[in-house]
């Protein structure tokens, strides 16, 4: 079952006994145990009937009695377990799940990672919980992400704008909820989201980003590359170079898969290797300009300074001479 389904059931009052939240995504996760613990009862229900415990910290046996405790004054109570990877004895839970009090409705949170398959405890989960097992989300599903969630603030943002925002932020769900709620502050009555807004309210440059080096990259625009690289070499917390390089290397392998398409309509091209329909034509132009073969020099060259960027084969080269030398001998 989705994130999105557990919480529209929660709203609805419609409760399982066990909700076990495993994965690699925390955001998800997050979302539902915050429900849990600040929205299934009321503040003087609460005070009786809300028991968190932290995996580092607890102990098997409180847990499980909590559990088996009824509510007072109340039809229900909650008892959550967060960071429960990190708790000894974890199995030893398999006995309450298995028999859960329809009176208690028990949230664990279990990040990072998931419960190991083969155990009894993972055959229990399977039949006797409301299992949630998230992953991390693709790049290539960020920028729709980003809409939705932007959208249910009420507000809008043009696709300039958005996939700014996707590329600086990144698969940080957390952080980019953050970001879209301080916008949503920020603009007040206007509700449309432009580069300039970015800008201001998130402290992206709208000229210089990753994302306007590789528009400068793929149309072989030297004079913009080596502006936006001094920006970023007099500014190294806005682009640090372990984060401009495996954004280039990105960039270029999928202008590599490109070749292998079959097709040159844009928008199959596009689908094919999982890029915004709305930026193909950045994709398209650097393919174009560079060809298979220059396509496949430039992934050598990136992979080359990425070692040195982190002092293989380099006796200290700054970052920006690093980059401005790369730069060059891209589009050489």
Not at 53 to 64: F, K, M, P
Not at 318 to 325: C, F, N, V
Request: with cysteine.
């Amino acid at each position: 079952m989705s994130a999105e389904k557990i919480l529209s059931d929660l709203k609805n009052k419609k409760y399982k006994p066990v909700y076990w939240l495993e994965g690699e995504e925390p955001f998800f996760i997050d979302q539902i145990m915050n429900y849990a613990e600040h929205k299934i009862l009321s503040e003087s229900e609460a005070s009786f009937n809300l028991t968190v415990y932290y995996g580092r910290d607890a102990n098997w046996a409180d847990v499980l009695n909590s559990c088996k405790r009824y509510p007072m004054f109340a039809e229900l109570q909650v008892v959550l377990l967060k960071e429960a990877q990190y708790m000894k004895d974890i199995e030893r839970l398999e006995s309450y799940i298995e028999k859960p009090l329809k009176s208690t409705l028990f949230f664990v949170s279990y990040k990072e990672k998931k419960i190991d398959g083969r155990g009894k405890l993972a055959k229990i989960l399977k039949t006797n919980s409301e299992l949630l097992t998230t992953k991390k989300m693709y790049d290539s599903q960020l920028p729709e992400w980003a809409g939705q969630m932007i959208q249910s603030h009420g507000l809008t943002i043009n696709q300039k704008a958005l996939l700014l925002l996707v590329d600086h932020i990144g698969n940080d769900l957390s952080r980019m909820q953050n970001e879209i709620e301080k916008l949503a502050i920020n603009l007040g009555a206007n509700k449309a989201i432009s580069e300039d807004d970015i800008e201001k309210y998130i402290g992206i440059s709208k000229e210089f980003n990753v994302f306007e080096l590789q528009d400068a990259l793929a149309k072989k625009n030297l004079p913009k590359a080596i502006r936006i690289n001094e920006y970023f070499a007099a500014n190294p917390k806005a682009a640090p170079i372990q984060m401009v390089l495996p954004a280039l290397y990105n960039f270029f392998s999928k202008v590599y898969m490109s070749f292998g398409a079959g097709t040159t309509d844009e928008k199959q091209i596009a689908t094919l290797i999982g890029v915004n329909p709305y930026f193909m034509k950045d994709y398209s132009a650097a393919a174009k300009n560079y060809g298979q073969s220059g396509t496949e020099r430039i992934l050598l060259l990136l992979h080359e300074y990425n070692l040195r960027g982190i002092g293989i084969n380099d006796t200290g080269t700054p970052d920006g001479e690093l980059m401005k030398e790369l730069i060059v001998k891209m589009m050489a």
